[in-house]
């Protein structure tokens, strides 16, 4: 009947076992690994062969896959999945797929990146800042301390800015929409396939199910199920010990709750407060320290005062960054276990939507604020915007902030990636494993004998436990982020995201082998809430990355002076025409700078960077039409690419089918087999009945009937 | 073994069929309905009994469900998919949804109107219009013909505009916006449910399938199946005829299709730009009819010119596109039929998406042109653009084109759907049936005696053919659209559409039961490319909402004259800030109204609607800083508007669960029930396998160790 079917989907996943071992490569790697601890093994009954299989794929994962010498390999995820369960399969075929997909991204990045090397010097802007012919004198980038300056010297940065801030990076971060998109539809093909090929495509909530109606019959020889059982609830003591008493009880009213909620929603503006402060502070630091290096008399310290401010800010800003996130990971522990969840699932999801804030939230305020906020809040020469006394708002550098933004994310993704990576996930560790040992009061010597007494599952007591997967993804969404949110302003990002992602894999595979205590297999159909947070990023950066392109950079101001206000269609005069000018005799008393003579001759104008009315018009200082006219031009251009890049995503995402052609088929093929026996049987049964007891007969007709007339 | 599971699930369809006719009731309708016809019906037999159930159930419909008078009552849709299956079933449940769905919209829209009349006499603008004290001279709005006019005249188009122009309606369209996100997850769910309802859950791509295994053992007494397969053969040789012959044939090759694919987008391209024509001849009509009425000399003419030239225009807009949609309909079949599509569902799907392309731009081109387009292209007095010769570009009246949208909307709403309805879809099948029955050639005599011997299916061989829902669903969309779409313009639309739907429903019904032969019955899981429809056009409504919000209606520069420009903070002097000036000795020769001195006095100065310099300024008449400025408040509030109501429907549609709890729950049991019975059978396999075979036995074991070690 349908013994035939159910064996058939049974044993597909046995059957990959066989795929891997065949008896013949079993018994080898018995001779080559086990066999020196136990000698005399008899290899000959297969029982006692599959017994050793974990032993095996241990030392297959370990030497196929947690080397850096097969770093160009594809990952064994079935293997993966064999020895460590579904869940972490996932996570690693996942990490897989994402690393691949970033190598096109990387090489597109690269070339946008050569293409503003190559062009640095057709790049009339910068060429004009740097002719020493038009010496243009700027007005005093600080209160008294600093004095005039020539925009000559600011040419170093016009040229490097140039190199992120030309029209391929507009090309580029479409590209880089489409590529989040297409990066998503790629993992759903994925998924769907593993899902498939692990004989998950009925696994849904069942989870309960197998364990429910396992407990009823124990007795069962189904070990599978039974395991999975165990496993499951010691997983749930070990994760939710606080709430497990909860569980019998009757369940929580709103009210129960509250008090819980309430801390949580307070906790969690407190710590983005916290974090906007930080920000603050870091802001005030620069400012301040600008300022003193200005009064320094050194002419060294002058010189490099930019690079020395943005780099040191950019690393306080890292470290500051790092601290916190272990905090916020704590609190939201915390704060989750305050809410009681009711199972471990929705433990998790809440656990993991409060981490992704906070830590997104402290990951991205001073992108943020670079991008979007410093300089614009600066005020104009004569009315500065003050903050905390006499702080005058940091302004940006004369080719708008894009360069800051640059260094401050290559800062933090390499900072962030590099000291994580060694530091906390290789380092962490072996000190932690150390001091296991060391708790274990015994000298080297006798361990070392033992070693050789202990069994493999007594010796892996001396590893560390497994803590779950969340950090994992919690660090590569992060990193996602960057890649996708601020391509606009960085295409290296990708390059520096796939060069993480090739050592991270191997770095986690070993640390999954050799530091960790094997965890407890549990099964996933999908990556969950993760896959959710990665859509939601995907369509953030599209109007992200169009307010970069539009606002931080200088792409549609140069597009409107050159079709607009330029006399000969280029981009000559273009300088000149982003600069205002000031009357140095509307400086407010006692902000006008000390050595007013420091270029050698008297300025009675200087200019800034801002569309304002000179100061002979009849409302000097105001915003003029220019800057109205650009400022609708950046918004129609936000409409338009965040439009045109949404439909053409859709467009993308409806192109490509979810399900790969031949899974769908194979499914097809399944259910027909199905539908066959089915109905096959049912034919018996209704002759059998037939023959039995003929008033049953015509009580298969009547929905034909209705049907057919 | 598994048997009770299938029994189970497959009894599922008739017990729905039981809940409807107990013995009893069946008996009941026999005697009532058929007993006339057939006298000595033997009623004690359950096969004869279930003969009967069709007529009992038309019967049904005909009283429960084909008559206005139960226009308040919910459908009977269990009876609907009985007897015209599934495809049908779901139409109108679908179309219920919708109208009940269209019940809180229209009475918030009704609110919203209701507001705007409240409010209309404490509108400063429209007050400051209408007030004679400040007499402002306008410029003529023609050549020659018309003279300077009084901006007092244009007090009724202002009070009647802010009726619809009112911030009100920007709550509206927020709210209309996420309306559409909850009618979608509300149809979602419904649906879900109704597929449980029907056992439907498993039926995916299996149509085929369940054919193909019934074509094998054609013997079995599977009636339902075999019906189900001559069914689908039978209308697959009736809506394919063309193709059916290449369906033996071998695939084609692209080759083979690219002529076919060009002339679809070549005959595309040309339907849609007729239609444009045809819009920009009904623009060249209302300026010529214009210029003409301005002509002539009959007061009565020029008063009431603009309410004409509307209307009719708004009229003949409306019959062209009636009668084009009958047009571009055969065409998309023509193309469609070109194409030769491989199986019957590819073609329905290309024919819906040509159509839906076609109707939908015939349908909103008028409209968005009044939306979007005109009163743009205007040029200024002195300099004025003009199209074929001579012809101005008109114009909007004073307040905006908002009050000629909401005309164009009304008449095309009301007039499509009251046309479209009495005479397409209640006159045309008359008068068919009329033919049909003049045809066979028989005196009315005759046929009533035979109609009294001739058996039901006999007499249905008079009703017209069932053509397809395609034509109900386009109906239904497009009104959609109209809802959605411009629903910032016209809050009364979705009322319009709730009482058009609510005789919609019962036409539609009094259609099926008693116009049409009984359909053959088609099963559907779902509407198919119709929702993906509606889910594109409530995307789209959000971003031409707001561009209808910031650009047709006033509200915009109302809130930045009140916040920036205004001296006390309220709207007094808007309508001076929003007239810009004009010195008559700037007309160009031969522009000049024919009779200067018609308002009694000589006018050197007349002012016209725009944000344009005055003539005494260093650039006359450029666009103002005013223009630039609201310009970009105009685009900031279209990003904003967007975003926000982007991340509330994707909120919205996060927060709601596509399957309702006590299905998913049901899914769960019955999953349960299925997990249990193969785990006993396994069991009880196991057990004899190893009384059997002890060999067997250890095969049973390794993958519980590999899980558990």
Same mark, same amino acid.
């Given at each position: 009947?349908?013994?035939?079917? /159910?064996?058939?989907?049974?044993?597909?996943?046995?059957?990959?076992?066989?795929?891997?071992?065949?008896?013949?490569?079993?018994?080898?790697?018995?001779?080559?690994?086990?066999?020196?601890?136990?000698?005399?093994?008899?290899?000959?009954?297969? !029982?006692?062969?599959?017994?050793?299989?974990?032993?095996?794929?241990?030392?297959?994962?370990?030497?196929?896959?947690?080397?850096?010498?097969?770093?160009?390999?594809?990952?064994?995820?079935?293997?993966?999945?064999?020895?460590?369960?579904?869940?972490?399969?996932?996570?690693?075929?996942?990490?897989?797929?994402?690393?691949?997909?970033?190598?096109?991204?990387?090489?597109?990045?690269?070339?946008?990146?050569?293409?503003?090397?190559?062009?640095? #010097?057709?790049?009339?802007?910068?060429?004009?800042?740097?002719?020493?012919?038009?010496?243009?004198?700027?007005?005093?980038?600080?209160?008294?301390?600093? =004095?005039?300056?020539?925009?000559?010297?600011?040419?170093?940065?016009?040229?490097?800015? !140039?190199?992120?801030?030309?029209?391929?990076?507009?090309?580029?971060?479409?590209?880089?929409?489409?590529?989040?998109?297409?990066?998503?539809?790629?993992?759903?093909?994925?998924?769907?396939?593993?899902?498939? &090929?692990? #004989?998950?495509?009925?696994?849904?909530?069942?989870?309960?199910?197998?364990?429910?109606?396992?407990?009823?019959?124990?007795?069962?020889?189904?070990?599978?199920?039974?395991?999975?059982?165990?496993?499951? %609830?010691? /997983?749930?003591?070990?994760?939710?010990?606080?709430?497990?008493?909860? #569980?019998?009880?009757?369940?929580?009213?709103? =009210?129960?709750?509250?008090?819980?909620?309430?801390?949580?929603? %307070?906790?969690?503006?407190?710590?983005?407060?916290?974090?906007?402060?930080?920000?603050?502070?870091?802001?005030?630091?620069?400012?301040?320290?600008?300022?003193?290096?200005?009064?320094?008399?050194?002419?060294?310290?002058?010189?490099?005062? *930019?690079?020395?401010?943005?780099?040191?800010?950019?690393?306080?800003?890292?470290?500051?960054?790092?601290?916190?996130?272990?905090?916020?990971?704590?609190?939201?522990?915390?704060?989750?276990?305050?809410?009681?969840?009711?199972? #471990?699932? =929705?433990?998790?999801?809440?656990?993991?939507?409060?981490?992704?804030?906070?830590?997104?939230?402290?990951?991205?305020?001073?992108?943020?604020?670079?991008?979007?906020?410093?300089?614009?809040?600066?005020?104009?020469?004569?009315?500065?915007?003050?903050?905390?006394?006499?702080? *005058?708002?940091?302004?940006?550098?004369?080719?708008?902030?894009?360069?800051?933004?640059?260094?401050?994310?290559?800062?933090?993704?390499?900072?962030?990636?590099? &000291?994580?990576?060694?530091?906390?996930? &290789?380092?962490?560790?072996?000190?932690?494993?150390?001091? *296991?040992?060391?708790?274990?009061?015994?000298?080297?010597?006798?361990?070392?004998?033992?070693?050789?007494?202990?069994?493999?599952?007594?010796?892996?007591?001396?590893?560390?436990?497994?803590?779950?997967?969340?950090?994992?993804?919690?660090?590569?969404?992060?990193?996602?982020?960057?890649?996708?949110?601020?391509?606009?302003?960085?295409?290296?990002?990708?390059?520096?995201?796939?060069?993480?992602?090739?050592?991270?894999?191997?770095?986690?595979?070993?640390?999954?082998?050799?530091?960790?205590?094997?965890?407890?297999?549990?099964?996933?159909?999908?990556?969950?809430?993760?896959?959710?947070?990665?859509?939601?990023?995907?369509?953030?950066?599209?109007?992200?990355?169009?307010?970069?392109?539009?606002?931080?950079?200088?792409?549609?101001?140069?597009?409107?002076?050159?079709?607009?206000?330029?006399?000969?269609?280029?981009?000559?005069?273009?300088?000149?025409?982003?600069?205002?000018?000031?009357?140095?005799?509307?400086?407010?008393?006692?902000?006008?700078?000390?050595?007013?003579?420091?270029?050698?001759?008297?300025?009675?104008?200087?200019?800034?960077?801002?569309?304002?009315?000179?100061?002979?018009?009849?409302?000097?200082?105001?915003?003029?039409?220019?800057?109205?006219?650009?400022?609708?031009?950046?918004?129609?251009?936000?409409?338009?690419?965040?439009?045109?890049?949404?439909?053409?995503?859709?467009?993308?995402?409806?192109?490509?089918?979810?399900?790969?052609?031949?899974?769908?088929?194979?499914?097809?093929?399944?259910?027909?087999?199905?539908?066959?026996?089915?109905?096959?049987?049912?034919?018996?049964?209704?002759?059998?009945?037939?023959?039995?007891?003929?008033?049953?007969?015509? *009580?298969?007709?009547?929905? =034909?009937?209705?049907?057919?007339?």
């Amino acid at each position: 009947s349908c013994r035939k079917l /159910k064996k058939k989907r049974h044993n597909l996943s046995q059957l990959e076992l066989h795929l891997f071992f065949t008896k013949a490569s079993v018994r080898l790697f018995i001779h080559k690994v086990t066999a020196p601890l136990h000698p005399k093994v008899d290899v000959s009954h297969p !029982h006692i062969l599959y017994s050793y299989i974990p032993f095996v794929v241990l030392q297959l994962l370990y030497e196929e896959w947690a080397s850096y010498s097969v770093f160009y390999k594809y990952q064994p995820i079935g293997l993966i999945r064999k020895y460590f369960g579904e869940k972490v399969g996932l996570y690693f075929a996942w990490l897989g797929v994402y690393t691949q997909m970033l190598i096109p991204a990387a090489i597109v990045g690269v070339i946008v990146f050569l293409y503003g090397c190559a062009t640095v #010097d057709e790049n009339i802007p910068s060429m004009e800042i740097c002719d020493p012919r038009n010496n243009v004198t700027m007005c005093p980038l600080c209160d008294q301390a600093c =004095s005039y300056w020539k925009l000559v010297t600011a040419c170093g940065t016009a040229r490097a800015s !140039h190199l992120f801030d030309n029209p391929a990076t507009v090309f580029f971060s479409i590209f880089m929409a489409l590529w989040a998109v297409l990066f998503m539809e790629h993992w759903k093909r994925r998924q769907m396939r593993l899902n498939y &090929i692990w #004989d998950l495509t009925g696994f849904g909530e069942e989870e309960e199910v197998s364990v429910r109606n396992v407990k009823k019959n124990k007795a069962s020889p189904d070990h599978s199920h039974i395991c999975l059982f165990y496993l499951y %609830v010691f /997983k749930y003591n070990h994760v939710l010990a606080p709430t497990q008493s909860l #569980d019998e009880k009757v369940k929580l009213t709103c =009210s129960d709750r509250l008090p819980a909620y309430m801390t949580t929603v %307070v906790m969690m503006c407190l710590m983005i407060s916290v974090t906007f402060a930080i920000v603050f502070g870091v802001i005030l630091y620069r400012i301040s320290i600008k300022a003193a290096l200005h009064m320094s008399s050194y002419p060294a310290a002058r010189s490099n005062i *930019r690079a020395t401010v943005k780099t040191t800010a950019a690393i306080i800003n890292l470290i500051i960054i790092i601290i916190m996130d272990e905090i916020y990971a704590a609190i939201a522990r915390w704060l989750t276990t305050l809410e009681v969840p009711k199972t #471990d699932k =929705s433990f998790e999801q809440r656990l993991i939507f409060k981490t992704f804030i906070l830590k997104f939230v402290n990951a991205f305020t001073p992108i943020v604020y670079l991008a979007f906020f410093r300089g614009r809040l600066v005020g104009r020469p004569g009315k500065y915007l003050y903050v905390v006394g006499s702080y *005058r708002m940091e302004e940006c550098a004369h080719s708008g902030c894009l360069m800051e933004l640059c260094i401050q994310l290559c800062i933090t993704m390499l900072g962030k990636q590099l &000291i994580q990576n060694n530091l906390f996930e &290789i380092g962490i560790p072996k000190i932690k494993k150390l001091l *296991r040992q060391r708790k274990s009061e015994m000298d080297t010597k006798q361990e070392e004998e033992l070693n050789k007494t202990l069994r493999r599952h007594e010796k892996d007591h001396f590893l560390g436990p497994f803590i779950g997967l969340n950090p994992e993804y919690m660090e590569m969404i992060i990193q996602f982020g960057m890649v996708t949110l601020f391509v606009a302003s960085f295409p290296l990002a990708p390059l520096f995201a796939l060069l993480n992602n090739i050592i991270e894999i191997r770095l986690d595979a070993k640390k999954f082998v050799t530091e960790l205590r094997r965890p407890i297999a549990a099964k996933a159909k999908d990556i969950g809430i993760w896959y959710n947070l990665l859509r939601g990023l995907s369509k953030v950066a599209v109007i992200v990355n169009a307010f970069v392109i539009s606002f931080t950079s200088d792409f549609i101001p140069r597009l409107v002076y050159q079709y607009t206000y330029s006399p000969d269609g280029t981009l000559h005069g273009f300088t000149n025409h982003t600069l205002a000018f000031f009357n140095v005799s509307d400086f407010q008393p006692g902000t006008d700078p000390l050595e007013p003579m420091h270029l050698g001759y008297k300025v009675d104008m200087c200019r800034y960077k801002d569309y304002r009315e000179p100061p002979w018009s009849t409302t000097p200082y105001d915003f003029s039409k220019e800057f109205w006219a650009i400022l609708a031009a950046r918004l129609a251009f936000v409409i338009v690419f965040q439009n045109v890049v949404m439909l053409m995503s859709d467009f993308v995402d409806w192109l490509i089918p979810d399900i790969p052609k031949d899974i769908s088929l194979q499914m097809h093929k399944e259910k027909i087999l199905m539908v066959e026996l089915f109905m096959k049987e049912e034919q018996g049964k209704r002759l059998t009945m037939r023959e039995r007891n003929t008033p049953q007969q015509p *009580r298969s007709r009547p929905n =034909s009937h209705t049907n057919c007339v």
